[in-house]
């Protein structure tokens, strides 16, 4: 696998509580993703990020918040956890020609 | 809209045999078509990439064919292996962006 690492791998928490998702890269690769992935779904776009301090949303960004403070970290925040929220999370890396998505193992998430 | 559908959804083959995955999209601008391998529990890991001027790419018992004119693509596995069993993505990303679009996979089950 590529250096990218996510924590925690699995998570249980209850409706309402705030949940943050890790993910960290050790490739220096300027591009990173959130994405979940549901059956009968492919991988969804929460949000990306192009630089520090630079992210945008993707096509199921509501409920979700990221940040980058540093090249190698991006966050995943759900502020508010809702049912709809169980999921497996995938954090992503490229670099600036996209010619290669390296992914994580994976955080999988239950809202009880 | 740009899709990319998969079939089969599943298919189960027994040890030994030969299987061919295929792939549709409806991506423009086309940039590359990509095949992933995603087993249980783990996060997607690249087969193949191609672009726009390639027909064919190999990865060991993996063939990739792409038709670029018809916009279909299948990969192709040769020999198949109890460690084949998982689930195959295809990823079409459009020119310059970081947007991948993915299918919702192949689910691939090789029996002993």
């Known amino acids: 696998d590529a250096g990218i690492t996510q924590s925690p791998r699995h998570k249980v928490t209850e409706t309402g509580t705030p949940v943050t998702l890790r993910c960290h890269q050790t490739?220096?690769?300027?591009?990173m993703y959130w994405y979940r992935q549901d059956p009968g779904h492919g991988l969804r776009l929460i949000h990306y990020s192009y630089g520090v301090k630079d992210t945008d949303k993707g096509e199921v960004s509501d409920g979700y918040s990221v940040s980058r403070s540093k090249t190698e970290d991006f966050l995943l925040t759900l502020e508010s956890a809702t049912s709809s929220q169980t999921s497996v999370y995938f954090c992503?890396?490229?670099?600036?020609?996209?010619?290669?998505?390296?992914f994580g193992q994976g955080t999988r998430l239950t809202v009880v | 809209k740009n899709q990319v559908e998969q079939s089969p959804q599943s298919l189960i083959i027994l040890e030994g045999k030969n299987c061919t995955l295929q792939c549709n999209y409806t991506v423009s601008p086309f940039s590359n078509l990509r095949w992933y391998k995603q087993d249980t529990g783990r996060g997607p890991v690249s087969l193949t990439i191609?672009?726009?001027?390639?027909n064919t790419k190999s990865n060991g018992r993996y063939t990739a064919t792409l038709d670029a004119d018809t916009k279909q693509s299948s990969l192709h596995i040769t020999a198949s292996q109890l460690s084949d069993s998982a689930s195959y993505i295809c990823v079409v990303t459009t020119s310059g962006t970081y947007k991948y679009i993915f299918g919702t996979g192949t689910r691939l089950k090789v029996l002993a």
């Open positions: 191609m672009t726009f001027s390639e």
């Open positions: 992503a890396i490229s670099d600036l020609d996209f010619t290669e998505a390296f």
């Open positions: 490739e220096n690769h300027r591009y």
